[in-house]
């Protein structure tokens, strides 16, 4: 959420920079505020980083379980829109040709897998730096 506000606040912030006249002290500032903005954001991963572990562990299966149950129903979705409704268009087709196809899903699906599998190329590094163990 933090993220979303990055570039507002950054165009503010490259305005207010420029309005200081010496260019060492322009560039001392710069230099702060993104490394005021690298702390801001790390701490929020760290404090996510600790809910999600605070989470997992929990016994409870309301929390605990929402993020395999969000998986179950993305695998569910996949195999409906790739592999059950193909074959019920074309049986339909073949079959009962006056009966509707069901809808199509939208490709979000894709991207949801991917996000989820971490597909963006972060589990590959954590798995290069030995994290993923």
């Known amino acids: 959420m933090l993220l979303d506000f990055i570039p507002l606040i950054g165009a503010a912030a490259q305005k207010l920079l420029d309005l200081i006249p010496d260019p060492g002290a322009r560039a001392k500032a710069a230099e702060d ?13 760290a404090d996510q980083r600790d809910i999600n572990k605070a989470e997992a562990a929990n016994p409870t ?21 790739y592999m059950a409704r193909p074959l019920w268009v074309w049986a339909a087709g073949v079959w009962w040709p006056s009966v509707p196809p069901p ?31």
């Open 33 to 45: 505020y993104q490394r005021a903005l690298l702390d801001i954001v790390a701490k929020s991963e």
């Open 61 to 81: 299966l309301f929390v605990a379980g929402w993020r395999p149950a969000i998986g179950w129903v993305c695998a569910g979705a996949l195999a409906f829109q």
């Open 103 to 133: 809808p199509a899903l939208d490709d979000m699906l894709w991207q949801l897998m991917f996000g989820m599998l971490g597909m963006g190329g972060l589990r590959t590094l954590e798995k290069v730096k030995g994290a993923g163990k």
